[in-house]
């Protein structure tokens, strides 16, 4: 939503600085996911999940399945210079006090523990934080095996891939529980305040956000980084905004006409709606649903 949000209104300074802080995690896990994708071992790899035990609720960027073993993986995408201080002991960033990655890993590794064994499950739990981000220091780094940083990422994958691992029916129905318990989204979670009528309306670069774009008989193209993207594609992004904005907005051929800013002819927005989308009604009062 804040992505959606972002090139088309001011965000206030809270709803901007949690903005850029989730972009930049969810860069940090895609980025896990792409060394993740690469073992050839047995086992089964989960990202983004939310549970609730004991009506709190708790996140875990990758889960990894082995034969004997459940790798807990908290990956963080912090970037600069980091320092702990001792006495008593602190996670700092030029002196400010942030949250230790190290105690919130160790938080979820107990929760989820609990969780597998509420189901029966008997297998050991490994958790480590992964520093994604090569340019991220750490100075006065304490002695902690569940602690990888940018220089040890490689090393890590390779004890990955080196695990020995056959899976069966129940480390399969372990991973459909776990997808299942699922939460999503967290409830109530608090979101920004806007309206139709302020937000920005035209066709932005799915890339750098930039409106500057020149549209062809089959792209359009970005004329500010040169992103190319197939038309089609645009007005279905489009329509994925819309949707996610105002999920009480009917999708009417006129309405995705007026927030792409006019750029696009009305009878192109209509074939590729009734191309991925179902007609409802006739006449005026048809939309796509």
């Known amino acids: 939503m804040l992505r959606a949000l972002n090139p088309r209104m001011a965000l206030t300074d809270t709803d901007r600085k949690k903005y850029y802080a989730l972009e930049k995690g969810y860069q940090?896990?895609?980025?896990?996911d792409a060394l993740t994708e690469g073992l050839k071992n047995n086992c089964?790899?989960?990202?983004g999940l939310l549970f609730k035990l004991k009506e709190k609720h708790f996140q875990i960027d990758t889960i990894i399945i082995f034969q004997k073993t459940i790798y807990l993986i908290d990956v963080k995408n912090f970037e600069g210079d980091y320092i702990y201080k001792s006495d008593p002991d602190r996670f700092?960033?030029?002196?400010?006090?942030?949250d230790d990655p190290i105690l919130q890993l160790f938080r979820s590794e107990s929760?989820?523990?609990q969780l597998l064994d509420e189901y029966r499950f008997n297998l050991l739990v490994e958790s480590y934080v992964v520093h994604i981000n090569p340019t991220f220091t750490l100075y006065k780094a304490p002695q902690n095996n569940h602690v990888i940083l940018p220089t040890q990422i490689n090393r890590f994958i390779r004890k990955l891939e080196n695990i020995p691992s056959n899976l069966n029916g129940g480390h399969e129905r372990l991973?459909?529980?776990?997808?299942?318990?699922?939460?999503?989204d967290y409830p109530n979670?608090?979101?920004?305040?806007?309206?139709?009528?302020?937000?920005?309306?035209?066709?932005c670069c799915s890339k750098c956000n930039s409106f500057s774009v020149s549209v062809g008989e089959r792209k359009m193209v970005c004329n500010l980084c040169g992103f190319e993207e197939r038309l089609?594609?645009?007005?279905?992004?489009?329509?994925?905004?819309l949707r996610l904005l105002f999920p009480e907005f009917k999708i009417t051929t006129n309405l995705v006409f007026e927030w792409c800013g006019d750029v696009?002819?009305?009878k192109m927005i209509r074939r590729v709606l009734k191309a991925n989308y179902t007609l409802v009604g006739h006449g005026q009062w048809s939309f796509f649903e």
Request: charged share 30%; glycine share 8%; with cysteine.
């Open 28 to 32: 940090g896990e895609v980025m896990f």
């Open 44 to 47: 089964i790899v989960l990202n």
């Open 92 to 98: 700092c960033k030029n002196d400010t006090e942030i």
């Open 111 to 113: 929760k989820l523990r």
């Open 175 to 184: 991973a459909d529980l776990l997808i299942s318990l699922d939460q999503g």
């Open 189 to 203: 979670a608090p979101k920004p305040t806007y309206c139709y009528e302020q937000l920005r309306k035209g066709t």
């Open 232 to 241: 089609e594609s645009v007005v279905l992004r489009s329509v994925g905004e």
């Open 264 to 266: 696009f002819s009305k």
